[in-house]
């Protein structure tokens, strides 16, 4: 248990301070930092923060030197987060840390990865990137073990792990978003002591909004840039009518074209808006840069406005839920449609995929045939521990997700 006492706001107890091995206080000649900082730390200096640099966010990160990966994804979310924490009057340490931590658990090549790992890992309960995150940061991370010489990953506060899981119930059918695997089932029984149900505390919330903010600038920035994406298009009632229907195909099945289009002029009605085509110029990309702020602003002040009308308790933990107004949520969807639609579903990138599931699979296979002579050797141990086939599958995969795009390639190149 920490000693040192945690002065930021909100009504965070020791209980939200307990950390699944318990810790002495540091040395007195140390900084004094609260529990939640030392989280916060921890995170920034762990193995799987440095190879999200190397990860795709949406378009390759060795493809182009503007794009974002999931690194640069992850530091924008949490600034995001952080802002929006502190104004709600959350803790902004364990929001700013789940938002760095948020995408830890992903895969090379994105969510095509994910898609490709979960259709091999059904026989040890199937792959989501969030269950991996907890697995990540209660196993995988090597810092802390308990006294049964079991390693319990970075060994972080309850109150921080919980807001990381974006999704805190079992894997409720295939395909399906879930929090956690079978055999993390303690930990994450743990973190939950005493939360009822599927509920998430608010700083999951903050962070999960944080994110969908952040991507739905973000990707259609990185578009525009790329030449992908042009706004002006959007006039045209043909473009807008196959934007929608992506819309609705990805994420708002029953949004109306009212709807979307309100939600589109809504956007549109931003000073900042473009009133023509990104042509690569200083002027321009500082124009770009202007909208991406007041689209961050206009998200975070509506949801910031909505919460505090509906309630006076503190905003922390589960004394509150974040209160999203349907106009918000349809603005941001219709900014990941307009991605999804000229970036993510275009015949190149198609292609792409679907050779990034084939090496993918590839290196699965191989990996089960060579056993701990193919693996790292902190795997190569697990490997050797693994009770039966499911285990060592699950073993396979967490030293699969943990490698980059270029590194998947490397071992493809080497071993498959």
Not at 15 to 36: Q, Y
Not at 209 to 225: C, F, P, Q, T
Not at 235 to 259: H, I, M, S
């Amino acid at each position: 248990m920490d000693a040192t006492p945690d002065t930021a706001p909100g009504p965070y107890d020791e209980a939200d301070r307990e950390r699944i091995v318990p810790e002495p206080p540091k040395r007195v000649d140390a900084p004094e930092r609260t529990a939640f900082e030392r989280d916060r730390a921890r995170v920034v200096h762990a193995a799987a923060s440095r190879r999200l640099a190397a990860k795709t966010q949406v378009v390759d990160p060795q493809s182009d030197d503007f794009v974002r990966n999931r690194l640069t994804h992850s530091l924008e979310v949490a600034q995001v987060a952080r802002d929006l924490a502190r104004a709600l009057g959350c803790h902004p340490d364990i929001t700013e840390t789940a938002a760095l931590a948020h995408d830890l658990g992903h895969p090379p090549f994105g969510h095509n990865g994910e898609t490709a790992l979960d259709a091999l890992a059904g026989p040890c309960g199937g792959f989501e990137g969030n269950a991996q995150t907890l697995r990540l940061l209660t196993r995988l991370e090597s810092k802390t073990f308990d006294a049964d010489g079991r390693s319990v990953g970075l060994n972080l506060t309850r109150a921080t792990l919980d807001a990381c899981t974006k999704y805190p119930w079992a894997r409720p059918a295939p395909g399906a978003k879930f929090g956690f695997y079978e055999d993390d089932l303690p930990v994450f029984a743990w973190m939950r002591r005493g939360v009822e149900g599927t509920a998430r505390c608010v700083e999951a919330q903050v962070m999960d909004l944080a994110d969908d903010v952040a991507y739905s600038v973000h990707d259609v920035e990185d578009g525009i840039v790329a030449g992908r994406v042009d706004l002006m298009v959007l006039k045209d009632p043909g473009e807008r009518a196959a934007v929608w229907e992506t819309v609705r195909g990805w994420y708002l099945p029953r949004a109306t074209d009212v709807e979307l289009d309100e939600a589109l002029a809504g956007l549109a009605a931003q000073g900042s808006w473009p009133s023509a085509e990104y042509d690569g110029t200083r002027g321009s990309m500082a124009a770009l840069k202007n909208l991406t702020s007041d689209l961050i602003g206009r998200f975070c002040g509506s949801v910031q406005a909505a919460t505090f009308a509906a309630y006076d308790a503190p905003v922390a933990r589960y004394h509150a839920e974040l209160v999203v107004p349907r106009e918000t949520a349809t603005e941001i969807a219709v900014l990941k449609g307009v991605a999804a639609h000229y970036v993510m579903q275009s015949d190149h990138r198609m292609a792409l995929q679907e050779r990034q599931r084939q090496l993918i699979e590839e290196l699965v296979v191989a990996l089960l045939d060579r056993g701990a002579d193919g693996l790292d050797p902190m795997y190569a141990g697990d490997w050797r521990a693994a009770a039966d086939d499911a285990a060592r599958l699950r073993v396979v995969v967490d030293q699969v997700a943990s490698l980059t795009d270029a590194s998947a390639l490397t071992w493809h190149s080497r071993l498959a």
